[in-house]
């Protein structure tokens, strides 16, 4: 086990598109897409509470995929309109990100103290199922696959003590790695 010392601190989500755009999330239910080359924000979707986690499916550019509280939405961009929802936690989702060599799987954190990874051909309106569930003792920050796909990094960050979780095997979820922040 390593022993590091880092700041951590909740801030919003951030998409990146190729051409010159960027979509962001905020604590009072923005979802905004800002043009870079026009300089200009422009609110395209607007919540009733806090959006903590923004994220874009890799073989689905026009769609983002958002958390506000417990659920999971589906906003089309096309449309304008949220197409879908799932509930998925028990309290708010913390974090969304699809895995990079599969992009019908993703994970989410949340402070219910889960991770959960999801495959999205299954997902049902009522209860949809889990393919895996990683249980903690605290609430959990984020979740996130390395490039490859063939990891997933979780953290949980109480107010005394973080840490980091590094799982190399995802089919067994067997945790070889741990930092404590």
Not at 53 to 74: I, M, R, T
Not at 110 to 125: A, E, G, H, P
């Amino acid at each position: 086990m390593f022993n590091i010392s880092i700041f951590v601190w909740c801030s919003d989500s951030f998409i990146y598109k190729l051409d010159l755009q960027i979509y962001s999330c905020s604590y009072q239910g923005e979802i905004c897409l800002m043009d870079v080359e026009k300089e200009n924000f422009n609110v395209i979707h607007l919540c009733d509470y806090p959006i903590f986690s923004l994220c874009q499916a890799p073989n689905s550019p026009s769609s983002l995929y958002f958390a506000e509280g417990n659920d999971l939405k589906l906003y089309d961009e096309r449309t304008g309109k949220v197409s879908a929802t799932w509930n998925l936690h028990d309290h708010r989702i913390n974090s969304i990100d699809f895995r990079p060599e599969n992009p019908y799987v993703f994970a989410t954190s949340s402070t219910d103290r889960t991770v959960c990874i999801w495959d999205m051909r299954s997902m049902k309106k009522e209860g949809p199922e889990k393919l895996k569930v990683l249980e903690y003792n605290r609430a959990i920050q984020s979740a996130y696959f390395s490039p490859s796909g063939n990891m997933l990094a979780t953290t949980r960050c109480p107010f005394f003590s973080s840490k980091l979780f590094i799982f190399t095997s995802l089919a067994g979820c067997s945790m070889n790695h741990s930092l404590s922040m």
